[in-house]
């Protein structure tokens, strides 16, 4: 999935951080289609991540008297791409779990366990998803706060 890239640069470069955060997100994509839920959210994790070192990064150029929202405008655009997904993805396999079991319950051949396998991988797919999404929240949170922080010290 493209060459590797470093994220913690030197010298702050906006386009290849965004474009090591559209590869992370295309990833995360996949793992999710995979039902890889773990790698999804370790994939998650390291785009967070990859936006905080960006925001740091934006404010080193600001106290250098550089442009700081041109080089700021990609962490902007990432980290809302990532608020825009994070939140429901996990719970939407939850969903289809669900409808698996559902279907499952209602298929009068269906064996009993099967039903019992599903009941349990969905349980098991809900708990994680909760995890996932409060862990996620949390990171959320910090970013947001850092890009308060750093706009408000903008302005």
């Known amino acids: 999935s493209g060459k590797a890239v470093d ?11 965004w474009h090591a955060a559209q590869d992370l997100g295309q990833r995360e994509a996949e793992a999710k289609a995979s039902g890889n839920l773990a ?19 934006g404010l080193a150029c600001t106290e250098q008297s550089r442009n700081p929202f041109t080089e700021l405008s990609p962490a902007r655009r990432g980290t809302t791409m990532a608020l825009r997904t994070a939140s429901t993805d996990a719970l939407r396999h939850v969903e289809f779990v669900a409808k698996q079991l559902e279907s499952a319950s209602t298929d009068a051949t269906a064996a009993a366990d099967r039903t019992k396998r599903l009941q349990a991988q969905q349980e098991q797919t809900r708990e ?10 949390r990171e959320i949170a910090t970013v947001l706060a850092e890009l308060d922080n750093l706009y408000g010290r903008l302005e």
């Open 39 to 57: 790698l999804c959210a370790q994939l998650r994790r390291e785009l967070i991540t990859l936006l905080s070192d960006a925001l740091h990064d």
């Open 7 to 17: 994220p913690h640069f030197v010298d702050f470069d906006a386009d290849t951080r």
């Open 128 to 137: 994680r998803a909760l995890s996932f999404l409060a862990e996620n929240d």
